[in-house]
């Protein structure tokens, strides 16, 4: 089974840029299309963005659209999540999940992720 682990996380300034990377190890992550969710203190895990197999189908939460970019090099094993124009409500835990590879509106729903990695901390100042 695929292992991923995440990390780029930090401390940054509203309006302030991260980037995010999701190394997988085991299968190769062209078997999978992954997604990021957060999940803020005190709030459940709510999806952020998701990438098909072949990176030819993303999906953004309202939220981050037009911020965030999901990307991936399956070549690297590995995802991003660039994130800029940071707003303190961004503040999270970012965790990378791997599913089945294929593309559509599911892919917002942590259910349907089979794997997940241990998190990233993001933490957004004002």
């Known amino acids: 089974q695929v292992q991923l682990v995440e990390s780029g996380g930090g401390s940054v300034q509203a309006g302030g840029s991260l980037r995010l990377s999701c190394a997988a190890s085991?299968?190769?992550?062209?078997?999978?299309?992954m997604g990021w969710f957060r999940q803020a203190p005190g709030k459940e895990r709510e999806f952020v963005a998701a990438i098909s197999w072949n990176g030819g189908s993303t999906y953004y939460a309202d939220s981050v659209k037009g911020r965030f970019t999901i990307s991936r090099d399956n070549a690297k094993n590995t995802v991003y999540l660039q994130m800029n124009s940071l707003k303190p409500e961004d503040t999270a835990v970012y965790y990378c999940a791997a599913t089945r590879p294929y593309g559509g509106t599911w892919l917002r729903e942590g259910g349907e992720y089979a794997y997940w990695g241990q998190g990233t901390q993001v933490t957004v100042s004002s």
């Open positions: 085991g299968p190769t992550i062209r078997s999978y299309s």
